[in-house]
């Protein structure tokens, strides 16, 4: 099973997608953690795309699809794929049909989160991030249970560099301009699934897990009026 999750920055997809995976024994590949984890090893892939990423750029599509394509080749012990910020351009989306393709696979459902823009600043602005395990959490939402370190790795938190107020209204530009056309891609071929990401996680996570519930009974989207 290969899922997409399509949404702006800051619609939530991370969290939804850490949940999700674990619910339904999902591989999850977050393009956007993989080059995040490169560019604090500060190996030579990381030190290429930590430039594009600071100024909120999109990585040029042959980086970041060699990234999946060697992601996906380890194989996935789990029931399939959960793609998180991936595909972000009409080039990566055509470029990961051929991918699933060659391998014998295809995707099953794409969900498109959609938040209100003063939404998305609101929760960019107050997120926070652990540089060591990237565990996301927010100051007013999510508190780390000691104030500004991780629950986990008890390291202080920072802000992502590209979380700064300027630098999010500019990948909010782009991903208007390069990856909401991809929604008619997949609207097209009936992959594509709305949710109002504006709801509060544990809503949006019922709904996700409704749909793939059904998908997964019914191999379709039938059931989708009745899950409303
Ligand atoms: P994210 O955490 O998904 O918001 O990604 C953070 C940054 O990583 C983006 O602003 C881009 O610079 C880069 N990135 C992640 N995924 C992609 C992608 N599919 N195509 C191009 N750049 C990407």
């Known amino acids: ?11 939530g997809k991370g969290t939804q997608v850490e949940r999700l995976s674990r619910r339904y024994c999902l591989d999850k590949v977050g393009t956007g953690d993989i080059l995040r984890q490169e560019v604090v090893k500060k190996s030579e892939l990381g030190v290429k795309v930590e430039g594009y990423m600071k100024k909120g750029q999109l990585v040029p599509d042959d980086i970041i699809i060699d990234v999946v394509a060697g992601r996906m080749e380890w194989g996935s012990g789990c029931r399939g794929y959960l793609l998180d910020g991936f595909p972000r351009t009409q080039e990566q989306a055509q470029r990961l049909d051929h991918l699933l393709q060659e391998r014998g696979e295809k995707i099953d459902l794409v969900f498109n989160i ?3 823009e003063p939404e998305l600043i609101r929760r960019i602005s107050g997120r926070r991030i652990c540089t060591k395990c990237f565990r996301l959490y927010h100051i007013d939402y999510l508190k780390p249970q000691v104030d500004e370190l991780c629950d986990y790795c008890g390291i202080p938190l920072i802000q992502r560099e590209d979380d700064r107020e300027e630098v999010v209204r500019k990948r909010l530009t782009l991903y208007r301009e390069e990856t909401e056309p991809l929604l008619e891609y ?26 793939i519930d059904s998908h997964l009974t019914h ?3 039938s059931k989708k009026a009745e899950l409303k």
């Open 1 to 11: 099973m290969v899922i997409l999750m399509i949404g702006p920055p800051g619609a």
């Open 114 to 116: 959609e938040v209100s």
């Open 186 to 211: 997949y609207r097209c071929q009936s992959k594509l699934i709305d949710i109002n990401g504006n709801s509060h996680t544990e809503e949006v996570f019922r709904q996700i897990s409704a749909y």
């Open 219 to 221: 191999g379709s989207r």
